[in-house]
Nanobody, 115 residues
């Protein structure tokens, strides 16, 4: 089993920054991808960014150049640094680990954008 716990969400002004963290525990052998998804009201969950097994990042076009994903070599944590946040970035952010063909999800952390 794998447990994922997100933190770092909250209220941010447009143009501001937030850093999300996801702490992972359990059987973390053979992590294939780890990353962040987000879901806005009425929308489907979408990929924001992820790291491949070599810790190389992949970003959604909408966040490229503004967000940065990082993680440790032991797969125990993954971060999402969010800069120049806009209203389109609001939503619930979910941590995701893909292990052995199974998707594991955290409970989500809310990001609210308001001035």
């Amino acid at each position: 089993q794998v447990q994922l716990v997100e933190s770092g969400g909250g209220l941010v002004q447009p143009g501001g920054s937030l850093k999300l963290a996801c702490a992972a525990s359990g059987n973390l052998l053979n992590v294939w991808l780890r990353g962040w998804y987000r879901q806005s009201p009425g929308e489907e969950r979408e990929l924001v960014a992820d790291l491949n097994p070599r810790n190389l990042p992949n970003y959604a076009a909408s966040v490229k150049g503004r967000f940065a994903i990082s993680g440790d070599n032991e797969n125990t944590v993954v971060y999402l640094q969010m800069n120049k946040i806009s209203s389109e970035d609001a939503g619930v952010y979910y941590c995701n680990y893909q292990i052995g063909g199974i998707d594991y999800w955290g409970q989500g952390t809310q990001v609210t954008v308001a001035s």
